[in-house]
């Protein structure tokens, strides 16, 4: 089998809750040794950082199991936890790739891809890429026959 290139959903932004929720616990901390709070108010607004970073575990958790693949003239997109969905698309039958971004997104350099088909496949949604014009372009070159382009991870 020939890889041609795997993309999955970044760590930028579940990092980025990460350190917010850490950020969050120790000043609730700070302001509650401060303003000698009672451990049970200083429990209770820990609960917004706890609550955040669950948040933040089950989101990288969640990204392992999502995966686009494109290899042997297909692309393969794998997702779930418990229920796995494969969807297989020909290559050839590709007809146009959309890359959307938020504000803060092209600040991250991340965004989601839209993949578009031909047939009954209709569209093929990802979301939270890692440069997704680089990825969608070279989808598009793949399905054009163009040159295999470098790993994109």
Partial sequence: MS??????????????????????????LVVGRRYDLAAETQYALLALPAILLAGALWRHFSRRF???TVADGRLRYQSG???????????SRIQDVRCDQTIT??????????????????????????????????????????????AAS
Avoid: W
């Fill in 3 to 28: 890889l041609a290139f795997t993309v999955r959903p970044t760590t930028k932004l579940i990092r980025a809750c990460y350190l917010l929720a850490v950020l969050m616990a120790i000043g609730v």
């Fill in 66 to 68: 999502v995966k686009l």
């Fill in 81 to 91: 936890i418990l229920n796995r969905t494969i969807r297989t698309l020909e290559l």
């Fill in 105 to 150: 997104e092209r600040l991250l350099g991340i965004g989601d891809i839209t993949i578009e088909t031909a047939g009954e496949f209709g569209r093929l949604h990802v979301e939270d890429i890692d440069a997704p014009q680089r990825v969608a372009e070279q989808i598009l070159d793949l399905s054009r026959g163009g040159a295999k382009p470098a």
